[in-house]
């Protein structure tokens, strides 16, 4: 009986693992504290938008979107108000010697709530193999001594954040912000849309098992789509039909051959755990509540967060091997 029980205790052990490319991982970390990736020579000069042609009525944009960006980018990273983050930035330019000046606390939170933030990207010409999830973000609520104490409210407002992630590089390529109601299907449409490149293959949870999600994939051009159908799951498109068969149905048959983990194991499905990855990346670097109120505000501030979190991954990633 000890003897079975110790072979048990063998079995749940944790796999280790080794970082085969630690001294570079380790600089890329020091890097993402480096003022020089967040404000560099381009930034500052295109900190103003250039004239062009007649002046228009009205008051004029003194501040380039680049410019904009780049303090809300300080604000995310170094976890700052609007305000410190104005006497930040403002006392780097000063140590740069360059003759700009910062916008007002003010305008720098009005214009978050209309700019464009694209996510960058690593380019490449092959499909790509995309993995989605989501999370929720407090916007603003009890703390958890209040909750114990006293229970929850109806002041405890959540967000839902859906991503979309590269298998091969791990960086972000797509990113909403939703209410909390809305379903992972639905906001996996929008981050299909949002993916840009071609994808080869999409892997999902089983939140993901509806057919709106399906019909999305299928109109994208994916060939692969590795979602589970949930335990009571129905053939949807009878074998003898003379449609093609539903990536749905071919995954749920072999189910039922091979079992679901053989499944899983035969089609890489596990690569999934790259998004829950990710989420836990967002969270640990820029924490799990949001600091601003109104929606378009909000989307701002994730996909700056996004956008940051794709610059650190691109400064260098772990290259890890399993330890027998």
Request: proline fraction near 3%.
């Amino acid at each position: 009986m000890a003897k079975q029980q110790k072979n048990q205790s063998k079995a749940k052990k944790k796999a280790s693992y080794r970082v085969s490319n630690w001294s570079a991982y380790n600089k890329s970390l020091m890097q993402r504290g480096s003022l020089t990736i967040w404000i560099d020579e381009e930034v500052v000069a295109n900190w103003h938008p250039p004239v062009e042609g007649k002046r228009k009525r009205g008051g004029q944009v003194q501040y380039s979107d680049q410019a904009i960006e780049c303090l809300l980018m300080l604000k995310a990273v170094y976890g700052l108000p609007y305000r410190q983050t104005i006497g930040f930035a403002q006392s780097i330019l000063n140590r740069l010697e360059a003759d700009v000046r910062v916008p007002d606390y003010s305008l720098l939170c009005k214009r978050s709530k209309s700019i464009i933030i694209d996510l960058p990207v690593t380019s490449s010409t092959e499909a790509k193999h995309v993995v989605l999830d989501s999370t929720g973000l407090k916007v603003y609520g009890e703390g958890e001594w209040k909750v114990r104490q006293h229970g929850y409210s109806k002041r405890r407002t959540w967000r839902k954040l859906h991503l979309s992630v590269d298998e091969n590089t791990q960086e972000l390529q797509a990113v909403v912000l939703t209410e909390a109601g809305v379903d992972d299907a639905e906001a996996g449409k929008q981050l299909l849309d949002e993916t840009p490149g071609e994808i080869g293959r999409v892997g999902g949870d089983g939140a993901y098992d509806k057919r709106k999600f399906y019909d999305a994939s299928t109109a994208r051009g994916i060939d692969v789509i590795l979602v589970p159908p949930r335990r009571d799951a129905k053939i949807w498109q009878h074998g003898n039909c003379k449609k093609a068969p539903l990536p749905r149905d071919e995954n749920l048959r072999r189910i039922r051959q091979v079992g679901r983990q053989t499944w899983k194991d035969e089609t890489g499905y596990h690569q999934r755990s790259l998004a829950e990855t990710a989420v836990f990346r967002f969270k640990v670097i820029f924490g799990n509540s949001l600091t601003t109120r109104t929606i378009e505000h909000q989307v701002t501030e994730v996909r700056i967060k996004a956008a940051a979190l794709n610059r650190m991954t691109q400064l260098g990633m772990p290259d890890s091997y399993r330890i027998a």
